[in-house]
């Protein structure tokens, strides 16, 4: 509400209000001190937005008073961060024009201020918390894809596709995980143990559990690691390391003079392997997976030689079935083959 002399000056920029003629759409009115008389200033449907070189952002209303008088109010909006109640003003009691009486005032508040309140349309909004984590976010994304494809392709000298794609085991068994881990418990380990449990040979493999369980539960949950987390999904990586490394033994075992005083590339089954410069990768890869290899021999041992921990770790996870049959065929197989062909485990 706005002062003068002899008149009140009503304004509500949000809601019409009732006011002389008005049915209820008034947005500003005048009334005077005696409550004798009151002049409807402007309607809510009238309200336009103009600009002034001297006022700045203003609001004008206009409307038919029931005097039959034309009146108009022009609002003046002024931005003040430290206004957290606005304070309206009349600046004047109307100045009397051929067809128009125009009343000024002013409105003081912050939310006449730019992109404040939370609201408001208009232009220059900037970039919300929300944009600017949805942005650095697809960018991390694109790095890792296109710096994990490079680093595969170009380094490792993988092929460009499948192989190439960062931590593909990882994504293919991630599906598996969430719909299996029925638990928040589950889950949390399994995505602890996954950088070396699906993991390449030699990227990081974690170091297996002990060789002499403590329990049931832990020898369980060592056999469900290997089996439903690890030779799952990469039971066709482990046909081809089974031989692959087999022959690198072989190949290792009758050249490792040469190995040792040259590096270079070297040629073994009709195709090139390590040269200097990832030859001790090689051997780090060999290491992890002789590791792996050992782990594998423990469970393997373990479902064979007790079968009731076989029928408990299938009564708990009996969508392993098929898993743990090839799994023991797998093993079994490599361990007749693999050791009449080359002489090592």
């Known amino acids: 509400m706005g002062l003068s002399s002899r008149y009140n000056y009503l304004y509500n920029p949000c809601t019409g209000q009732r006011c002389d003629s008005s049915q209820g759409d ?17 309607t809510q449907s009238t309200a336009q937005f103009s600009t002034e070189p001297q006022a ?20 003046q909006l002024v931005c003040d961060q430290s206004a957290s109640v606005p304070k309206f003003e009349a600046l004047d009691d109307g100045s ?42 697809f960018c991390l994304v694109f790095v890792y894809v296109a710096g994990g494809l490079a680093f595969n392709a170009l380094v490792r000298k993988l092929p460009v596709y499948p192989d190439s794609v960062p931590n593909r085991e990882f994504w ?4 598996f995980l969430v719909r299996t881990a029925a638990m928040p418990g589950p889950l949390l380990l399994a995505l602890l143990m996954l950088p070396g449990a699906l993991g390449q040979p030699g990227n990081g493999t974690a170091a297996p559990p002990s060789a002499t369980p403590s329990s049931n539960q832990s020898i369980l949950l060592e056999a469900y690691q290997v ?33 040792a ?13 390590y040269s200097r410069w990832n030859w001790e990768e090689a051997l780090d890869n060999l290491v992890a997976y002789l590791e792996d290899l050992e782990l594998y021999h423990r469970v393997y041992r373990h479902l064979t030689v007790r079968p009731r921990l076989r029928a408990e770790l299938l009564h708990r996870h009996p969508q392993l079935q098929p898993v743990v049959d090839e799994f023991l065929e ?11 062909a080359t002489g090592y485990p």
């Open 26 to 42: 008034a947005a500003s009115c005048q009334r005077s001190t005696d409550r004798r008389y009151e002049y409807l200033l402007g």
């Open 56 to 75: 700045g952002l203003q609001l004008t209303y206009s409307a038919l008073s029931g005097d039959g008088k034309r009146r108009s109010a022009q609002v």
């Open 96 to 137: 009397v024009g051929p067809q128009l009486i125009v009343y000024k005032m002013r409105l003081t508040s912050k939310h006449c201020c730019e992109q404040s309140g939370g609201g408001g349309g208009g232009g220059g909004g900037g970039l919300s918390g929300g944009d600017i984590l949805l942005i650095v976010f």
């Open 172 to 175: 293919l068994a991630l599906p």
């Open 227 to 259: 089996v439903a987390l690890n030779f799952q999904y990469r039971r066709h990586e482990w046909a081809f390391a089974s031989v692959k490394y087999s022959g690198f033994l072989q190949f290792f075992a009758n050249n490792w003079r040469l190995v």
């Open 261 to 273: 005083r040259f590096g270079g590339t070297f040629q073994y089954d009709g195709s090139s392997y």
């Open 330 to 340: 797998f093993m079994a197989k490599r361990d007749s083959a693999g050791q009449q």
